[in-house]
């Protein structure tokens, strides 16, 4: 880290007036710069209202901001002196960024304000790098010291993503980083920062996707959020494991962040609550809460602009509430209560120096939030139905069936009905698909059936299945198992057995002659299955989507909300039209191009996942035209029977995922949905849900991970309680 650098870590944020003492928009955005809160000023100018004076007024804040840091440059030599000139070009270069993004258009902003703004900005910045160059910070020596060290943090926040938490091939965020870091040029930092940074962002796929209509986005990770927002992403997904990745990629969480846009780190929120380490054990539900909290507060301010411009229907915080508490009604609704009323009051005091100046008819505080309630046991019904009557969204999650998503939709529309009547403005709602996970489930299923018959056929069972395991890598974990059955469903996991036509498992399979001797046969079914299983949770989101959101479809589930809920047509299409299947965990690129949608439809990749697909799109035969609309694609009709019929070690499993419940199909003859009887009727119920395998392997992991996080929590607070 350069001195340069360190002066700048170090130069915190200052307390803002209350209340906000600011005359004019522009005066506004430069004294929040000023103070070192350069984000929020530049989403500042995010708003409708501002269309048609974005240049005029950023030609106000230049204009200030040049005097600011030429008077810095000819009478400052102090720390002091490098964070004004700091900050003058942070907040000029976020409100570039913001302008090449798709923020703008979401807002309203015509292409030639746009462009006539970004050509200010632009000249403005590379002007600044100019006197810097000439002046004192430069050292007379033509180096641009400050601009370069902006322009490294800017780059090093993005390089953290995944970065506690490697996972192949790396973050796309991380990965865009790179490659504007290879463009900057030593002579014009800015200039050439500026010029790959629109390049990244506007040739993205993602970028060209949600500009086109093509489909929306969301980011199923706790960090890089302001990058994609640029992207066009529109929502963020969290979970336990999630959060507490969070913390891993940014420790500053913990502590010593540079509490941008108003947000504490968890030591502050800490020292506020002395009875947490009287009897840090006690509280560890709470801190947990708090904790989450600290990462999501920052998440809800980057969104926060796309949500009010859109009127909550864009910029969207799924926050999941507490696993351990998912199959209680009360302690759920409680707890997501607590948690919106926390968020209601930090977005109030921040939504006052975020919206100044704009219209008092514009509410004030209220949370992008929804809340993530799991599928995994009837509660979940209830919890959705109240929740959603009081104008507070849910996206439900560890869904991964056809009708466990039918049966919480129909909550979705019931609660949303209900609020709708009474006048409460809805947001949008989403409906995951865990379809990767469903994947999982289904593979793991067919491998212990495997090696269970293959073992049938081999006398010494347990050296056969220690040999596979240890050309799988994974004896020094099976090795520690006990019965013979612990092992198999061991070595049957994603971690060894993913994709199922590994070589050591076809030879194993051959050797004993299940289900066939020759090689070429095995291999063959392997090869066959396994395309098959990786369809699956594609499947689920289609036959969601068919049910629900084509166009014959949706005509008749409109039509019904009017005559079942009382609502008027414009009521009806409000409460429908903002619900979303969000398929997620997803583990091929394909699981993103087959199921694209223009409406109804938002899709949530985590990082790595983000990276494949953008090197998909990169390939030379890729078209994305290829793929619109693609979710209402005909089925692969052979597959399909193959899943629902022949494949006998799964067609079980299969068919409790793909097919309805017979209450559930009343519904939709209620609905005048023609032919229901082709969604079956061997879905799961309400009360078999947790029952089911990949249900009860995601809760397992996430209560883990949320006690992990707990107990990282609690012990963070012991050791202040030590200092």
Not at 94 to 112: P, Q
Not at 242 to 247: G, K, V
Not at 631 to 658: C, P
């Amino acid at each position: 880290m350069t001195y340069v650098e360190r002066i700048l870590a170090s130069a915190k944020p200052e307390e803002l007036d209350r209340p906000v003492l600011s005359q004019d928009h522009a005066s506004h955005v430069v004294c929040l710069a000023l103070k070192g809160h350069t984000r929020l000023a530049a989403d500042h100018l995010l708003h409708k209202e501002m269309a048609g004076y974005l240049e005029e007024t950023v030609g106000n804040v230049i204009r200030q901001l040049n005097v600011v840091f030429s008077k810095a440059l000819l009478e400052e030599t102090s720390g002091k002196g490098l964070a004004i000139c700091a900050r003058v070009y942070d907040v000029l270069v976020n409100t570039a960024l913001n302008l090449f993004g798709l923020e703008g258009k979401i807002v309203g902003f015509s292409d030639l304000e746009v462009g006539r703004t970004l050509s200010n900005l632009t000249q403005s910045l590379e002007s600044l790098e100019s006197l810097e160059r000439k002046g004192i910070f430069g050292g007379g020596c033509g180096e641009a010291l400050v601009a370069k060290a902006v322009i490294s943090n800017i780059l090093s926040e993005m390089k953290k993503v995944m970065e506690g938490f490697y996972r192949p091939p790396g973050s796309m965020v991380a990965y865009a980083a790179k490659q504007i870091e290879k463009s900057i040029s030593e002579q014009r930092v800015m200039g050439s920062f500026l010029g790959s940074a629109r390049q990244q962002i506007q040739e993205n796929i993602y970028y060209r996707m949600s500009e086109a209509g093509i489909c929306k986005f969301g980011n199923d990770y706790a960090l890089g959020l302001r990058w994609l927002r640029h992207l066009g992403f529109v929502q963020v997904s969290t979970n336990p494991s999630l959060a507490a990745i969070a913390y891993d990629d940014d420790p500053s969480q913990w502590e010593g962040c540079r509490e941008e846009n108003l947000c504490p780190d968890f030591r502050t929120l800490a020292q506020e609550k002395p009875e947490w380490s009287r009897d840090p054990e006690a509280y560890g539900d709470e801190m947990a809460a708090y904790a989450t909290e600290v990462s999501i507060w920052r998440n809800l301010t980057v969104f926060r602009p796309i949500a009010v411009a859109s009127d909550m229907r864009h910029g969207m915080i799924s926050l999941q509430l507490n696993p351990s508490i998912a199959d209680n009604y009360e302690a759920s609704l409680r707890s997501a209560l607590e948690l919106y009323s926390d968020a209601q009051e930090f977005l109030r005091k921040y939504d006052a120096y975020l919206l100044w100046g704009y219209s008092e008819n514009i509410e004030r505080g209220r949370p992008n939030i929804v809340f993530k309630v799991a599928g995994s046991s009837p509660a979940a019904i209830d919890i959705t139905k109240k929740l959603e009557s009081l104008g507070i969204g849910t996206n439900n999650t560890v869904t991964f069936t056809v009708s466990q998503e039918a049966e919480l939709i129909f909550a979705k529309m019931e609660g949303r009905a209900e609020a709708v009547k009474k006048g409460i403005p809805l947001t949008t709602v989403y409906e995951t698909n865990m379809g990767g996970r469903l994947d999982d489930h289904i593979r793991e299923v067919q491998a212990e059936r495997f090696l269970e018959k293959a073992l049938g056929k081999v006398v010494d069972k347990e050296k056969a299945l220690r040999n596979l395991a240890e050309e799988l890598g994974a004896w020094n974990e099976i090795g520690t198992r006990t019965s013979l059955k612990e092992k198999i469903v061991a070595l049957s996991s994603r971690r060894y057995l993913n994709p199922l036509n590994k070589e050591p498992l076809v030879n194993f399979l051959v050797k004993t002659g299940v289900p066939f001797s020759s090689k070429e046969k095995v291999k063959e079914l392997l090869d066959t299955l396994e395309n098959d299983i990786q369809h699956c949770g594609i499947l689920v989101t289609k036959r969601v989507y068919d049910i629900f959101f084509s166009p014959e479809n949706r005509i008749r589930w409109i039509s019904h909300l009017q005559s079942k809920c009382s609502l008027t047509r414009e009521q009806a299409e409000e409460v429908f039209g903002g619900i979303d299947v969000l398929p997620a965990s997803k583990r091929k690129t394909r699981e993103t191009f087959l199921t694209l949608a223009g409406v109804n439809m938002t899709h949530t990749e985590f990082p790595n996942h983000q990276m494949n697909v953008l090197m998909a799109s990169l390939e030379a035969d890729f078209s994305i035209r290829d793929y619109q609309e693609s979710v209402l694609r005909e089925v692969d009709q052979v597959m399909l029977r193959r899943l629902a019929e022949e494949w006998t070690g799964i067609n079980g499993v299969f068919r409790e995922a793909y097919e309805l419940t017979p209450s559930q199909q009343r519904v939709l003859e209620e609905a005048k949905i023609p032919s229901s009887e082709r969604y079956g009727n061997r879905g799961l119920k309400p009360s078999e849900w947790g029952s089911f395998g990949a249900t009860a392997k995601t809760m397992d992991e996430f209560s883990q991970s949320y006690e992990t996080f707990r107990k990282r929590c609690i012990e963070f607070v012991r050791s202040m309680r030590k200092e």
